[in-house]
């Protein structure tokens, strides 16, 4: 019982992995094609690995930001959250990929635009918790 | 200044110290947050520092739900607020599109009111 739980689990991942990547053409809240994303606090792998709240997001990631630069991006999360000193201090360093090369090593980014980032993504894998791994962030990161 | 909640009851005492257009910055110098606010903005600043963007819609309608302002006269008139975020360090931050203060009005009546 607890297989067909986790197979079931992993199709709806892999479906909801194929629909996003079609929604990304599209996306609800942010104009304009997002071809580069940033991710706060830059691509060591340890950046890379998902907190226990966001494996239980339906499909599990991290989040991402889409905008023409690094700068943009540590700019815009310092304007939002003014006295975020932990993270001020992370958005000296930012890791930033094009998006056709995060799909050459299996990885997506669906939209998923919040209040304060309209440009907001969300980077996934098909396999879901599991693909979050050391190998496959380490090809994201020899891509940045 | 002070964060009080719907019955204008005074959760913290507020000295602001920056004032960018309508955004408010200052620390938090007393607080008598109840255990579900304080146990949100904890969970709040979780999310921020692990940038866990996804759960952000959430927990901002949340805190918005708890129906917090600030006062700072003595009738204790509400102002209401919105993006309020307070941090365990103290820090504390909102914006205020509705009022326009300098710092020296918000810390003078905060003065007044704790010499009383």
Redesign the interface.
Known sequence: MMKMDDSLRKLRTALLFLINSVNWLMPKGISGECHIVHR??GGDVNNLKL?P??KQ?EPP???VLCGKSAYDASKQ?KKA???????HE?AKTVGSAQLDDIKKVGFDVMP?P????PN?G?LIHPEGVSGFNDINASKIISGI | MFLIDSQKNILAKITISEINEN?Y?GDITDDYLPDKIRETFLRY?E???????????EI?TEINGFGLAVSQENDFKAFSIRDL?M?S?G???FRMPETKLTVEQATINTQLRIDR
């Open positions: 706060i606090g907190q709240l966001e997001l990631g991290i989040s999360l959250f003014p006295n975020a000193t932990r993270l992370k998923d919040t209040k304060k980032f907001h969300r | 955004l910055i600043e999310i921020i520092n692990g940038q866990m963007f996804s759960l952000l819609d901002e975020q941090m360090d820090k504390i931050s």
